[in-house]
C-alpha cells in the first residue's frame, strides 16, 4: 500500500513572548487539528484511525499525551485514539513517518499528524529530592530548550550546548560567518516574499487569543534584514565565533497538522491527495554533531524511495543553525537555490515540535507551485539525529 498527504494547516509561529504566549500549547495543537479537518469537510472525524502528535518538551500544560489532549479539545469524538511521541525537533515528522507506516501496512486507512510547541510557555523544573527538606539549593531548570537535568555518566564532550556542538561544525567545514550571515538574510527574504505572494495563505491559519488581535503572521521574520545588519551582531557562543542570534532559528510557539491516508482514503476525504510519501531515512551520528545527521538521513530516503539527487526539484531542510544547514547542503550534489525557497526556520520560527510538520507541508505546496515531481524534507535533531521525508507529487507533468 502507499500513504498520501491530503491537507496540511499550522499555526502563525509566534515569538518568544510574543503573541502566542498567552495561548496554551494543548489549545494550539487543537486549533491546528480543527483547522486540517476544516480543509476535508466530507470526512466524519470518527473515521480518524489514530492521532500521531509530536512534542520535544513534555513538560507543563503539554504534558500526559498532549496529542490526546488536543484531540479532544477540537472536538473528536472520544473514539479517536491518539498518542504523543518525541523525537525532539523531528517530532512532528516523526509522526508523519510513523503514520505512513501504519497505513502502508494495512493498519490504519487516515491518520491525523502534527505537533507543538510552546517554548514561551516551557516550564522551569526542580528535580525531586530523595528526601524532604535537602541541606543543599536546589536549581531551577528551564526546559525550553537543550540539555536539561543531565546524567553525570554522559560524555561531556556530548552534552555541549546545541550552540557549541554548531561552532564545532563550523570548524570542521570551514564555513565562514559571511556565508552563515548570507544564508540568514535570504531566508529573511525568501520567507517575506512568500508571505507577499499569498504563498502561506493556504497553509496558515490565524490563532484569536484572550487579549489582543488575531496572529496572522510568523512573527519572526524581519523583511528588512540584511548582511550588513547581521554583520554587526555578536557571537552567542564564543567570544570569537560565528554563530549569533541572527544566523540561528529563535525559539518559537507554534502548531502544525498533516493529515495522511490511504489511496482508498481519498473516497471518503472528498479531496485528491496532495503528495505521496514515497521514501522515509533516519540518521544517528555523535550527539555533538547533530547538524550534519540530515545529510545520510536524505539518502536513505532517497534510496528506499528509488530516486536519486538529479530527480529532486526541491528541498526544505529546516535551518537550526545557517551553519549546519550550510554544511548539509554542500555535503548534498544540488544547487543551494533549490533548497527553501519561500524562507526556512531562521526567519519563520522554529518551534521544535512542530516545525517537522511545517517543512512537510510547505514542501508539498512547493512541489505543485512549481510543478515538479519529487523533493525532499530534512531536519536535524538534538542528540545526533537526523530524519528525511520523499516527496512526490501526484499531479506533475514532469
Known sequence: MTSFIYAARRTPFGKFNGGLADVRPDDLAAH??????????????????????????GAGEAN?????????????????PGTTINRLCG????????????????DADIVLTGGVESMTRAPWVLPKP???YPARDVTAVSTTLGWRLVNPAMPKEWTVSLGEGNEQLQERFGISRERQDEFA??????????????????????????????VVRDESIRATTTVDVLAGLKPAFRPDGTITAGNASPLNDGASAVLLGSEAAAEQLGVEPIARIAGRGVMALEPQA?????????NRALKRAGIDWDQVGRVELNEAFAVQ???????????PEIVNTRGGAISIGHPLGASGGRILATLAKVLREDNLRYGVAGICIGVGQGLAVVLENPAASQ
Open 32 to 57: 491546528a487539528i480543527r483547522a486540517v479537518l476544516a480543509d476535508v469537510p466530507n470526512l466524519d472525524p470518527a473515521a480518524i484511525d489514530d492521532v500521531v502528535w509530536g512534542n520535544a518538551n
Open 64 to 80: 500526559r499525551n498532549v496529542g490526546r489532549m488536543a484531540a479532544l479539545l477540537a472536538g473528536l469524538p472520544t473514539s479517536v
Open 130 to 132: 530523595s528526601r524532604a
Open 91 to 106: 517530532s512532528s515528522l516523526d509522526a508523519a513517518m510513523m503514520a505512513s507506516r501504519q497505513i502502508e501496512t494495512g
Open 185 to 214: 538574510a535570504r531566508s529573511h527574504d525568501l520567507a517575506n516574499k512568500a508571505w507577499e505572494d499569498g504563498f502561506y495563505d493556504s497553509l496558515v491559519t490565524p490563532v484569536e487569543r484572550p487579549k489582543g488581535d488575531p
Open 325 to 335: 544547514s550550510l554544511a548539509c547542503v554542500d555535503a548534498w550534489p544540488i544547487d
Open 290 to 298: 547533530f547538524g550534519y545527521a540530515p545529510v545520510e538521513a536524505a
